[in-house]
């Protein structure tokens, strides 16, 4: 098991940028990350996932904006976000899988979440 701390968030207006940071308890290099984020009313949706050898997943409406990326000497995953759009808007959380990557359809797959950190996008 892991602990995941996710911290960054905050309010942007369109256009502008946030850097979001998921610090882990311990040590993730044979871990598979992601980032989920839920909209107020909406399912939990998959954004981005980095597996142990750096291949990088996105979904469609965050490709070219958000970059995901993990320095594993401080055990934190980060989440690069740029041109946030208000539709942006949502509770980011991280998520671990010990070494594969599940399917970010399958939530209970994923075994170790964070508490999750607020982006609001505002027009």
């Not at 990350?33 to 107020?40: D, I, V």
């Not at 998959?46 to 997943?57: A, E, K, L, N």
Request: with cysteine.
């Amino acid at each position: 098991q892991v602990r995941l701390l996710e911290s960054g968030g905050g309010s942007v207006q369109a256009g502008g940028s946030l850097r979001l940071s998921c610090k882990a308890s311990r040590t993730i290099g044979d871990y598979c990350m992601g980032w989920f984020r839920q909209a107020p009313g909406k399912e939990r949706e998959g954004v981005s996932t980095i597996d142990r050898f750096d291949r990088r997943t996105y979904a469609d409406p965050v490709k070219g904006r958000f970059t995901t990326s993990i320095d594993n000497a401080e055990n934190t995953l980060y989440l690069q976000m740029n041109a946030l759009k208000p539709e942006d808007t949502a509770m980011y959380y991280c998520a671990a899988n010990f070494a594969r990557c599940p399917s970010s359809d399958d939530l209970e797959s994923w075994g170790n979440w964070g508490q999750g950190t607020q982006v609001t996008v505002s027009s």
